[in-house]
C-alpha cells in the first residue's frame, strides 16, 4: 500500500517538460513527459500548459507544484533570480520563486551562477542545480558533477555545495559543425566508430588548441585516414576531448558522477576514462531530477 | 617604356581568381579579377574558364601561365601533389604539375603538407605557399607568417623554408556561430566595438578552453555587459585570441608577417600587439602572390 500523493514537480525546460507525482514518502508513483517546452508553448500560458498535463492521476490542483529549470528564466513564467556560488540545497529552497496562478500553488527553483573572480566572467544554469542536489541526497558531497549536452556544465562540489561551475558549448558546436561546416560535407553515413572517436579524444587531451584540431577533420578525410562514416565520430572525440581535457586542467583527477542518458554518456565515460579520471559514476537524469526536486520541497517546506 | 609582356600567371582558389600580367622585368603591367572561383565555374572547363578572361592585355595565348591555389586540388583543373616540409621555393618550382590543354602552356604549382610527427596528423595550403614565397622575395627568411582566413595559417619559416604550418578555422567558426548558433541570435545591428573585441582577445590569451569561452558571449550578454551590437567583436576577439594565443604557445615571441588586407588584418595586429608581438609587418594579399608566382615561374625556368 502506498501513501497518498503529495508533490507534484517538473523539470521544464526549452524542450522538454518532465512531471513526477510523489507519495507522502518521496517516492515517484507516476511520471510524465510532454512537448511543452518554452519553446513549444504555442499560445498558451504557462498556468494553461501546466493544467493540460494534470489529467488521470496527475489531475490533483489541490497538491503543491515544484518547478526547476528554464521555466524560471527572462523568458519563463517568471524569473527566478540566480543563487551564487558557493550554494547548497538551502540557498534553493531559501530561494523559491513565486508565478502568478489563480488556481496552484507554485514554486520555481531559482537557478545557479557562479562567478569566476579571474576573468570576471559570469556562467548560468538552470535546472541542472536541482539534479546535483538530486545527487546529493544520494552522497555526493565532494568531487564533480559533469552533466553533458548542448551547453556541458562542469561542476564542482565540496562540502555539500557547489562552489563554482562551467559550461562548454561542446554539443552545440558539434551539431553546427555536422551541419554548417566544410567538415559536414566530408561526413557520410554516419556510424559510431569507437577507434576514431579515442584517436579524437587522444588528440585534444595532448593538444589545447581545438580550432586548429578541428582542421584534421578535414585532412584526415583529404587523406583518406579516416573513412568518411566514420568523421562524424572522430569530431565527437576532438570535442568531448577538449572539454575534458580543459576540466582536467582546471579541477584535477576528482570524482566524477556523470548525469544524463544513453549513448552521449557512453561517450564521456570512455573519454573520462582516456584522461585518467578513474572513480567515474553514472545518474540517470529523470532520478536526479526528481529526486533534487523532492529534497528542495522537503527543504524549502512546500508539503 | 616597358618590357613586352612575358607571363600570365593566378591565385586560382574555390572562390576567387586574381590574374597579374608581367613584363620581362618581373613587373605586374596589368590586372583582373575575375567570378570563376572552382564554385562558380558552372559547365565550362578550366581551359575554356581561363579563355574566358585572357581578353585586352591578357589576350596573349603565346604566354607561358602559371597558376596556384586550389586549382591545383583534386577538384582542380589537375591535382598538384604536395610539396612536404620543409620545403622553399625551388620545391615549389620543381613540382610543377602540367594540366590537359590544348592551346597554351600551362602549369600549376603545387600545394605544401606539413606533418606533425607528435600527432600523426597533416595539414594542407594551396595558393598561401605561393604568397609566402612572395614575402620571401621581400627578404622574410626567418620568422612566422600569418595568413588569416576562413581557414587561417601559421608558417614557420627558417633559412628560407617552410618547416612547419598549422591551420586554425577561426574565420569558418566566427561565421558559422554568428549564423548559426545561440550566440548569433542575441547579436543585433553589429558595429565594431575595440573596447569588447580587446575584452575577448585578452580572456582568450588568459584561458585555452575556447569551447567554454564562447560561452560568455551568452551570459556578457544575458547580464547586460556587452550590448548586443558588439557581442560580434566580443566573439571575434575570443576567436582572434584563441588563435593567437595558440600560435604563441606553440612558436613563441617571434618576428611575424601578416598577408591578407582591409579589417580583418586591423583586427589581428591589434591581437598580436596584446599578446606581445613587437616586431609584425602587414603584407597586401595580391602583391604576396604576384612576387611569389613571378618568382616561381622564374625558379622553375617557365619563361
Redesign the interface.
Known amino acids: 500500500m502506498t501513501s497518498s500523493p503529495a508533490l507534484l514537480a517538473a523539470d521544464w525546460g526549452t524542450t522538454n517538460f518532465r512531471l513526477f507525482l510523489y507519495d507522502a514518502d518521496g517516492k515517484v508513483v507516476a511520471r510524465h513527459t510532454a512537448h511543452i517546452g518554452l519553446k513549444n508553448l504555442g499560445g498558451q500560458s504557462f498556468e494553461q500548459a501546466l493544467q493540460s498535463v494534470m489529467t488521470g492521476p496527475f489531475a490533483r490542483p489541490d497538491l503543491p507544484v515544484l518547478l526547476s529549470g528554464m521555466v524560471g528564466s527572462r523568458q519563463g513564467w517568471i524569473e527566478a533570480p540566480y543563487a551564487q556560488c558557493p550554494a547548497g540545497p538551502d540557498a534553493f529552497s531559501q530561494g523559491f520563486a513565486t508565478p502568478p496562478s489563480e488556481k496552484l500553488k507554485v514554486r520555481i527553483v531559482p537557478g545557479l551562477s557562479s562567478q569566476n573572480p579571474?576573468?570576471g566572467?559570469?556562467?548560468?544554469m538552470r535546472g541542472e542545480e536541482t539534479q546535483i542536489v538530486g545527487l546529493m541526497t544520494q552522497g555526493l558531497n565532494d568531487g564533480i558533477v559533469i552533466l553533458p549536452g548542448t551547453?556541458s556544465k562542469w561542476a564542482r562540489i565540496e562540502n555539500g555545495k557547489v562552489t563554482s561551475f562551467?559550461?562548454?558549448?561542446?554539443g552545440?558546436?558539434f551539431q553546427?559543425?555536422k551541419?554548417?561546416?566544410?567538415l559536414g560535407v566530408l561526413m557520410a553515413d554516419t556510424a559510431d566508430d569507437e577507434k576514431s572517436f579515442l584517436l579524437g579524444v587522444d588528440?585534444a587531451l595532448?593538444?589545447?588548441?581545438?580550432?586548429?584540431?578541428?582542421?584534421?577533420v578535414r585532412?584526415?578525410a583529404?587523406?583518406g585516414r579516416i573513412a568518411p562514416a566514420h568523421l562524424s565520430s572522430y569530431l565527437s572525440g576532438l570535442?568531448i576531448g577538449?572539454?575534458i581535457g580543459?576540466g582536467k586542467?582546471?579541477n584535477g583527477l576528482q570524482s566524477v558522477g556523470i548525469i544524463g542518458d544513453g549513448a552521449l554518456i557512453n561517450l564521456y565515460q570512455r573519454a573520462l576514462s582516456r584522461a585518467g579520471f578513474t572513480d567515474v559514476t553514472r545518474h540517470n537524469g529523470d532520478d536526479a531530477s526528481s529526486a533534487g526536486l523532492w529534497e528542495l520541497a522537503q527543504q524549502g517546506h512546500l508539503l
Chains 1, 2 share one sequence.
Not at 595532448?206 to 584534421?216: C, Y
Open positions: 579571474a576573468t566572467i559570469t556562467d548560468v551547453h562551467l559550461s562548454y558549448m561542446t552545440e558546436m553546427m559543425l551541419v554548417h561546416s566544410i588528440r595532448e593538444d589545447t588548441s581545438i580550432l586548429s584540431l578541428l582542421f584534421s585532412t584526415e583529404l587523406f570535442l577538449a572539454e580543459a586542467a582546471r
